[in-house]
Structures are given as structure tokens and as C-alpha cells.
């Protein structure tokens, strides 16, 4: 079983639609969770964090996690042509260590049609 | 500032070919990172930096070395070039630990073992 769990789609919508994103994961110790945005051949950008539980808002965006249910989600309100991308969700334990290591999911693609 | 520049952009390799992916940053981050992406699975660590001479390895390190001479470089050296080793390679780099879940992404380079 991997960690982190993520329907790769591909998912098409039509522009204005709301966009629902999900990751399921495995390790009760992950804390961070973040959603990284990536377009096609570029690198992956940070669009969105969340600490331990709750919801957090961005705009169109908005972030929960669940962690009884080891459960996250975006959700992309009004969704725009230019949010077509891989939309990756990622996760990390708070360690003693300096360096955060991230654990990926394996990307959503979303294709907003206009 | 350029943010995290990666070179080249494009490599052809024949099988038991080296060569060195080079990856450089301009915004004094201590932590470097590299991560290789295959289609549907996500990014993977390979090998992790929190300073000049300080390097360990990610979760997969094999076929793959790196060293950390500055702050600023840290290139990812393939001895023995194998067909596995076909991906795209990303490096990261993040500023302190109590930020270290925000990573900026290079443009990645594309690799291809023949």
C-alpha cells in the first residue's frame, strides 16, 4: 500500500465548475499537507498548505484535511481554463531533523474546458 | 532572481553513460533536494542537502550521487546510465526548517537512457 493515495483522473470540466480533488494517506505522523500545482513540462509550484487539521481558504481555492479520516481535499470554486494543470497533493511529519521530507501523491491532471 | 535553474533541459544517454545534472539557486536556501517524477508516480526522493558538505540520501538513492561544495549548487552525478534511470529530475530547494514545507521547483530536466 503507498503512503499517499491519488486518483490520477485525468478529470475534465467545464470552466466554472467546481473542482473537488482528493488524497487519501496512510501514516497517522504526517502533520503538513500541501497542495503543489504543476502545468504541463514545468516543475511543480506550492499552491496551498494546511497544519494537522481544518480548512483554509485561497481565493478560489480552499484546503481541508481530515486527519481521523486520513483524508484531504482542494476544492476549486468557479474553476478558470488557466487552472488546467496536474494538481499534486503532498505530506510531511514534523521531525527533528532540519530538512522536511515531502511524500507525493501521484498528481490529479485537470483539464477545465471553456 | 532566477529562483532554482536547472541544466540542460534535455539529455540523451546511452547505457553506461555518466553525466551530471546540474541544479543552482539564488535565494541563500540551505536545503536542496532531488526528486525524480515518473508518469503516475508521483516524485520521488532521490537525495537531500541542509548545507554546503552536509548531503543524505531520500528514498531512491541507487545509481545516483550528489555533493554539495556551496550554497548556491548542487549537482546530481548518474554513473553508469541504465534504462531505469529514463524520468524527469526536479530539484528543490527551501529556506529555513520552520518553512522547509514550501519548496520551489526547478524546470526539471528531461532524461532519456537508450
Known amino acids: 500500500q503507498k503512503e499517499v493515495e491519488q486518483d490520477p483522473g485525468p478529470l475534465s470540466v467545464p470552466e466554472g465548475a467546481i473542482v473537488s480533488l482528493n488524497c487519501t494517506y496512510s501514516?497517522?505522523?504526517?502533520?503538513?499537507f500541501m497542495w503543489y500545482r504543476q502545468y504541463s513540462r514545468k516543475g511543480p509550484e506550492l499552491l496551498m498548505y494546511t497544519y494537522s487539521s481544518g480548512n483554509k481558504e485561497d481565493g478560489r481555492f480552499t484546503a481541508q484535511v481530515d486527519k481521523s479520516s486520513k483524508y484531504i481535499s482542494l476544492f476549486i470554486r468557479d474553476s478558470q481554463p488557466s487552472d488546467s494543470a496536474t494538481y499534486l497533493c503532498?505530506?510531511?511529519?514534523?521531525?527533528?531533523?532540519?530538512?522536511?521530507?515531502?511524500?507525493f501523491g501521484s498528481g490529479t491532471q485537470l483539464t477545465v474546458l471553456p | 532572481n532566477a529562483g532554482v535553474t536547472q541544466t540542460p533541459k534535455f539529455r540523451i544517454l546511452k547505457i553506461g553513460q555518466s553525466m551530471t545534472l546540474q541544479c543552482a539557486q539564488d535565494?541563500?536556501?540551505?536545503?536542496m533536494y532531488w526528486y525524480r517524477q515518473d508518469p503516475g508516480m508521483g516524485l520521488k526522493l532521490i537525495y537531500y542537502s541542509v548545507g554546503a558538505g552536509i548531503t543524505d540520501k531520500g528514498e531512491v538513492p541507487n545509481g545516483y550521487n550528489v555533493s554539495r561544495s556551496t550554497t548556491e549548487d548542487f549537482p546530481l552525478r548518474l554513473e553508469l546510465a541504465a534504462p531505469s534511470q529514463t524520468s524527469v529530475y526536479f530539484c528543490?530547494?527551501?529556506?529555513?526548517?520552520?518553512?522547509?514545507?514550501?519548496?520551489?521547483f526547478g524546470p526539471g530536466t528531461r532524461l532519456t537512457v537508450t
Open positions: 503532498a505530506m510531511s511529519v514534523i521531525s527533528s531533523g532540519s530538512a522536511r521530507q515531502l511524500t
Open positions: 535565494m541563500n536556501h540551505n536545503y
Open positions: 528543490a530547494s527551501s529556506p529555513h526548517p520552520g518553512q522547509s514545507y514550501e519548496q520551489y
Open positions: 501514516n497517522s505522523a504526517f502533520q503538513y
